[in-house]
């Protein structure tokens, strides 16, 4: 145990050291699978770096300066080490009792969105950050359910009211309903760095008359006060922290410090109280019941279509982190409706996603594929068991995305199978009501275990089963690898140095593919002259050379993209190494030996110099521009010491890809294979030279075109 510490705290130091230090961290959140950040600066990340880590499935930015980092199942040790090395590098921070939390009272984190995007990130954000720390409960209380549903399919237990028993369990899932705002009311104040103890105290007083048996409305100095049945709402408490939190910091400013103690929480608890009896709280249920009634219309009117929809949202929701609101839709529905009908085509994304992976575990199975093999074997059981999707996503299907259309396809046919099973079989609510789909009274993650959640179990059995079956069967039989993925690789997405070239990103829609564009045979030689739109230049000039001689397997096997090698004509002196495209410099190797620019029309081109460069730790390398850096076609990036990497006995060979090359209709490069020869020799530079002089080969000048790309 003490070893997994350790590498927990060394994990912790390079997360934080890659994004820019203690100080660049304002606040740092996780949730099942992720580490949530947010940053002072998020020019001073380095996501690259962070992805280079081991243990690191994958790490990305959102509006509003925040970023997420994908770690799996470890996420909470892991939160823990960087908590515990924020603390160490003497970062202030606030109360962090709450589990799951660390916020930093800096006067950035008060700053407002300054776009449109930022404000969508940041509603979306603090909707997530008031829920994801009460996921465990939530989780385990519905948990209970299943479980007593279990006892009374199987005999152990009368089913409704008849037994004690049964009461006394639904009380946890029941009482944990009740009491939800409070704990919601907790986590958003303190997401607004107010104290968290008054947003509960103000939604308790608000709960307090309806829990006594007040009801109806009570007059106050004339006024009538109404009292309502807050007990499971969301929505209010998510509200009520807003406007305490601008009443709780005005006061703040105008209240002198020596008084703040006692006046700043009773201004707060009075005013807020009272707007929230008056204002916000009857605006709140207003709200929860429209979006009720919107979904159930929908359900009731063409359940097909929501049935297929919902499935086939989620998967291009929950990398962008956007399905929290859909799970706060589910508690919105159970509160004002009695019950709930989103889960059931949920459990169909889901399940199309754990059968994707089963479709991955078998074949790297039969492929004795051992690293595949594990990870897909603990996505699966995380999956079934826990109804987690996150491990399956990040660790295996963003990295490998031609499986999407297997798991859409797994999607569509749950769906469209909960969508005629529901209407032929709808459910029957306990007042008599029939409701088209799956419906159920508590709040679970689809896993095995909560099938006897839901009500038309059955039929929420089969449409999930058959989500699981069509995607894992698709995977197995038509495969989950692109060519570009069939070669070795120590991690997917990296190259055997470890520098992250084609990490998926989930701020957009995952790409279509296309064929990578075999290299001809019969390409002329003579084509130095060759012109194309979409043309990547060489970056140095020298003789080119193709991705299987150059002695590398990791580029030999088209794993980051097809492309092609230049051998520089001298050894000694300076070199320049220019930009073969115009773009944005999206990648930098923290050793500067690599980069990638990234188009405006999305091609995605990296350039590695040399050959084991990486372990020459920056040595002999000097960048001219930085990561973010718009850089045009023929643009000096980095200078390079040619002597010193020859001296090293490692080859100069600067190797261009397209690593996106499965995103493109063809990627050609333009050189003629050689017929025969030995590859290039690492360390063996002359060889390789001589080797060269051998072959039918294409001498080339800086910014002569090396590879055509069509879209």
Known sequence: MRGVAVGNTSMAMRIVEALGGPDNI????????RLRIALADERKADFARVEAIDGVLGAFSRPGGRCQIVIGGAVASVYEAVVAVLASAGTPATDTSAPGTTVTDTPAHRHWPKSARAWAGAVFDYVSDAFRPLLGVLLGASMVIALANVMVAFGGMPAGGAAQEWNLLKTIWEGMFMLLPVMIAYNASRKLNVDPWLGGAIMAALMAPRLAGITGGVTAFGVVLPIRDYGGN???????????????????????????????????LVSVYLLTVLLIGPFGVWIGDVLSAGTAWLDAHVPFLFALLIPMLYPFLVPLGLHWPLNALMLVNIQTLGYDFVQGPMGVWNFACFGATAGVLALAVRDRDSAMRQTALSALLAGLLGGVSELSLYGIHLQHRRIYRWLLAGCAAGGVSSAVLGGLFPSVLPDGQTVHGVTTTAFAFSSLLTIPVFDRAWVYASSIAVAFVVAMTLVVVFDYRTPQDAGP????????????????????????????????????????????????LAPVGGTLVGL?????????????????????SERDGMMTVCAPVAGMLKTVSRTGHAFGIKTDDN?????????????MDGESFVLQVGKGDAVQEGEPVMQVDRHAVAESGRSMVVVVTVVNSAAMTSVTPLLTVPASGTPLGRGNLSQGESDMSERQTRAVRVGDPIIDVER
């Open 489 to 536: 690789s120590a991690k997917p997405g990296r190259s055997a140095d470890g520098v992250v070239h084609d990490a998926p990103s989930p701020d957009g829609p995952i790409p279509g593919e296309g064929p990578s564009g075999a290299v001809p045979a019969d390409m002329d030689a003579g084509t130095s002259g060759m012109q194309s739109s979409h043309a990547v």
């Open 234 to 268: 969301i929505i209010v408490p998510l509200l009520m922290a807003v406007a305490l939190a601008m009443v709780y910091h005005g006061l703040s400013r105008v209240i002198a410090g020596s008084v703040q103690l006692v006046f700043v929480p009773f201004l707060s």
């Open 26 to 33: 304002r606040e740092v959140t996780h949730c099942a699978t």
């Open 603 to 615: 091609v995605e081109v990296l350039v590695h110099v040399g050959l084991d460069t990486a372990d």
């Open 548 to 568: 299987d001689t150059i002695g590398d397997p990791v580029f030999a096997s088209k794993a980051l993209g097809e492309g092609i090698g230049v051998m520089p």
